[in-house]
């Protein structure tokens, strides 16, 4: 029995991606790996959107030198970001290195292995606009109850921090009838919660439809009871998204809008085209008509010329906005991307500093927003046991907030009415209630 090890770096559409490489390897008989040691082909899944994922592909290679030199069949790929955008150069500054595979290359893995195993080694990189053939349900999937499901890849923006629009090169977006055929197999295989994945997920079209039409179709499919969609861009953030948002009731009440800054100044040097007032336009707007919405996002921090102003900015829209989770980072710059040539580069120092005051800020929202929950009643979708304590379950709530809580019963995919008894910063506990309990 062959056996294969996957590990992953970087976003969601990293770790679906991942879940397609399982699938095309268990086709071909592979089995899963508990350890490196046991695998006979380990695919490094990796990311580049910063400099540290990055040089840890190469810490991880040069582990993985090691088992090669025990084992000559093992088969080492780099895939990925970090393959897109190094190309051969892997070949070359890790040698032992058999296969190197884009993000947009995953259909021909089988093809790829074969000939690594033929010839030594193999790669293949998508050139910009080549399409992505990805045939549906054959990713090797948790157990659920949340299924990822890709509805396009790739991004036409040109954020000047960011290295996503060359490695993941343009948008190109998956039928509908795909997208439905996916979903309605993915329901009758039991998953209850479905994500929606696109780098610029709401920037979707196809024809006559958009993600809110897509909204709409996966809304009607028997067994489906929660969507969410990620990322989103504020500025493909259109009026019928929202109004979907507010019509639809499997479309979960929770949006993950990243605003990398509330400095009008950084965003326009970040290119990201919108303003502080139109992010916070489309906020209230939802905020007006999908009760109890929750927002998450991302925010960088020493962008180039990023002063103590346009900081206190950032600190001000999170205030203003009072975000559920914020993930943060500090600007890394990216080769081949504008803002690395710019002026005004701040001190590592200063951004860590500006990072660590982000997040003590973002903590405190977050345990005022939670204990604000204690006594207010959810619907908890059950994905499985608490790992904190084996009597508890664990699960998500539409809003995004985990939930632990006691129920031996409850299975995993179903929903539980749980009253919240206590907030802590990450999370929630709660108990579950009776028939009747009602929900508030
Ligand atoms: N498509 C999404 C996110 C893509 S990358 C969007 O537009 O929001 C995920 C996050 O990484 C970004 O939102 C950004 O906050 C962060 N990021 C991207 N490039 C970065 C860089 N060069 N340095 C630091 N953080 C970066
Ligand atoms: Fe990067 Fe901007 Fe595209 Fe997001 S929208 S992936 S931040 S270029
Ligand atoms: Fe990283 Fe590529 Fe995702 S750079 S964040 S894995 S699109």
């Known amino acids: 029995m062959k ?65 090669k030199e025990r084992n000559t069949d093992l088969l080492i790929g780099v895939c990925g970001c970090v393959a ?109 919660e479905i994500e929606l994945l696109g780098q610029n997920v709401n920037a979707y079209h196809s024809g006559a439809d958009d993600l809110a039409s897509i909204l709409r179709m996966i809304d009607r499919i028997p067994g489906v009871c929660r969507v969410r969609f990620t990322t989103s861009h504020p500025g493909h953030l259109k009026r019928g998204i929202m109004d979907a948002m507010r019509d639809l009731p499997t479309v979960c009440n929770h949006l993950h809008l990243p605003a990398q800054s509330g400095s009008d100044r950084v965003l326009e040097a970040m290119r990201r085209g919108y303003t502080r007032a139109r992010y916070m336009a489309k906020i209230g707007y939802l905020r007006s008509v999908v009760p109890g919405i929750t927002f998450s996002t991302d925010l960088i921090v020493g962008f180039p010329g990023e ?65 604000a929950l204690v006594g207010r009643a959810f619907e908890v979708l059950v994905d499985g046991q608490s790992r904190m304590d084996s009597r508890m379950k664990k699960g998500r709530t539409t809003c995004n907030r985990i939930v632990h809580f006691e129920a031996p019963q409850a299975a995993r995919g179903s929903l539980v009415p749980v009253r919240i008894t206590r907030a802590h910063a990450h999370s929630l506990t709660g108990e579950p209630l009776g028939a009747g309990g009602g929900l508030t």
């Not at 990311?47 to 540290?52: L, N, Q």
């Not at 710059?333 to 997040?359: C, I, N, Y």
Request: hydrophobic letters at 35%.
């Open 307 to 371: 002063t103590e102003e346009d900081f206190r900015e950032t600190l001000s829209l999170m205030r203003e906005v009072e975000y559920d989770q914020a993930y943060a980072f500090t600007y890394s710059p990216r080769p081949g991307t504008p803002a690395a040539d710019m002026d005004g580069a701040v001190s590592e120092a200063l951004k860590r500093a500006r990072l660590q005051a982000l997040l003590g800020l973002q903590e405190e929202i977050q345990a005022r927003r939670n204990a």
């Open 84 to 192: 897109q955008q190094e190309k051969a150069a892997i070949f070359r500054r890790a040698p032992y290195v058999d296969l190197v595979m884009g993000p947009r290359n995953i259909a021909q893995l089988g093809d790829l292995l074969d000939q690594a195993r033929r010839d030594g080694r193999s790669i293949s990189l998508a050139r910009d606009d080549d399409p992505v053939a990805f045939p549906p349900d054959t990713a090797a999937r948790g157990p659920g109850p949340r299924a990822y499901v890709t509805v396009m890849e790739g991004c036409n923006k040109a954020c000047t921090y960011c290295i996503v629009p060359y490695t993941r090169g343009r948008e190109v977006y998956r039928p509908p009838e795909e997208i439905v055929a996916e979903v309605e197999s993915l329901a009758g295989q039991g998953y209850r």
């Open 3 to 67: 056996r294969y090890l996957i590990e992953t770096w970087g976003c969601q559409m990293n770790a679906h991606d991942s879940e397609k490489m399982g699938g095309i390897l268990a086709s071909r008989g592979y089995v899963p790996a508990a350890t490196a040691a046991e695998a006979d082909v380990i695919l490094l899944n990796t990311c580049s959107v910063r400099e540290k994922p990055e040089s840890k592909v190469y810490a991880r290679l040069g582990q993985l030198r090691r088992l």
